[in-house]
């Protein structure tokens, strides 16, 4: 074990690591803010681990001197999720390997999905679920749950998991399955760091195209893009599908439908977008991995006009079929662009929850729900990023009342009760997880909720 400069007695006595705790300037202050820019909280210090046991030991550490931990993948969250003052955050960055047998890869927790997916494809294969970003670590989407366009096929990527290693907050390092301890299972995917840190897990890979024919449809208003992409989630005829609502100029709304078919050398345009109701259409041919990856180039350019950088008051909603056009269109009505900022994106696709087969996430009572999600930038000039965040607290209100849930990984100041609602019918089962896996209640105090 390394470990650079201690001032903190209360880290005094650690145990042997095969990694690094770091007490420097530049680990802390890297550990204390996240792509939200909206919360600092500097942890007094990082683990790099470099094992799972060492993830375990320092949970036993913390926990007898009452320190709280927080595990960061990539620190893509916005609001603090995987900061902890005063604490030690475990960064996961170094747990990085991929083990691939058969049709399954192990991955430890801190490895990203653009890695792994990079090592299957080789081998023909590909896990079966992407967020639309593949910077991300395995571990910090499975705790969120982790939604993209394949969800109308396979759910979420915390419904792709078969097997999960982790460390509770008692600090034992423990395997679990949908037979194995479930109850541990079912509380650490998209349970939010909560009752127990993901070290590993294993993901199921089938059979990667090899390129992808991708289709781009403008509808005529949201009524019409929610209709099709219903009907069409529900006959499966897209391998891929998912929805953007666009501005070409203020106060206008353009809905874009964006659909994919595997493999391209069989789609057949008139069986797929014959008889769907569109303004303009775009089509092009990708490789399958160019397909995946679609969105990186436009992530390099937020980064080199500066966008990426400021803060990112975001908001993900999760609304039940039958409220999805009145909420979206009154949403829409009232929008201006100043209260989402220059690069905005907003975000509006279908997702069938019995699909989603894990209780975490939680989503809508109803058979499909939607994800309309308001991805905002304090740009210069727009809205400061406090008002953006006020804004969320409303339209999260807005969300309840239409029977919706937010999907936690945004920026929404919650109370406790907020929190029951939101959890609604395993509200108990999770918080028993949490007092039985994490008795002190030391685990991801940046969430908030217990
Ligand atoms: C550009 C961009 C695009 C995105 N696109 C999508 C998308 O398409 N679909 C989608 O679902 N989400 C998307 N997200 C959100 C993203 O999935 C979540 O914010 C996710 O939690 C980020 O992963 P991370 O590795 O950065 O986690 P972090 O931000 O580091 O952590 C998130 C939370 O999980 C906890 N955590 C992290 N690792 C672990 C672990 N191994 N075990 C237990 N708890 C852990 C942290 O303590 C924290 O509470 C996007 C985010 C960005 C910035």
Known sequence: MSSSHRPDRSFDA???????????????????????????????????????????????????????????????????????????????????????????????????????????????????????????????????????GQIGHYGTQAANVLELQVVTGEGELATCSPTLRPDLFRAALGG????????????????APRSVRFYSLT????????????????????????GEVVSPSPGAWTYVMEAAAYDATAADDARLIGDLEHTSVEVRDVPYFDFLNRIAPSMEQLKTIGEWQRP????????????????VTETLANLKPDAIGLSAVILLYPIPTAKCTTPLPVMPDEELAYLFSLLKTASPGADSAESMVAANRSQYDATVEAGGRWYPIGSVPLTRADWEHHFGAFWEEFSAARHRYDPDGILTPGQRIF
């Open 192 to 207: 939010l760091g909560q009752c127990a840190l993901i070290t590993r897990a294993t993901i199921p890979l089938v059979p």
């Open 14 to 148: 650690v145990p042997a690591l095969d990694g690094e705790l770091c007490f420097d300037q530049a680990a802390l202050e890297a550990a204390a803010g996240d792509f939200g820019r909206l919360v600092h909280r500097l942890p007094a210090a990082v683990l790099r681990p470099g094992s799972a046991e060492d993830v375990a030991a320092m949970v036993r550490y913390c926990r007898e001197r009452g320190l709280k931990v927080a595990a960061r993948g990539q620190g893509h969250s916005t609001h603090g999720q995987a900061q902890v003052a005063d604490g030690l955050v475990i960064d996961l960055g170094t747990l990085n390997s991929i083990e691939i047998d058969g049709t399954t890869a192990a991955v430890q927790g801190g490895a990203l999905w653009s890695a792994l997916v990079k090592a299957t494809l080789p081998l023909d294969l590909t896990p079966p679920a992407f967020t639309d970003y593949l910077e991300l670590s395995i571990g910090g989407t499975l705790s969120a749950g982790g939604l993209g």
């Open 312 to 327: 990112h008051p975001w908001y993900d909603s999760l609304l039940p079929a039958s409220s999805v056009d009145a909420v």
């Open 219 to 242: 509808c005529p208003s949201v009524a019409a893009l929610s209709a099709q992409q219903a009907a069409l989630v529900g006959e499966g005829r897209f391998d891929y599908l998912i």
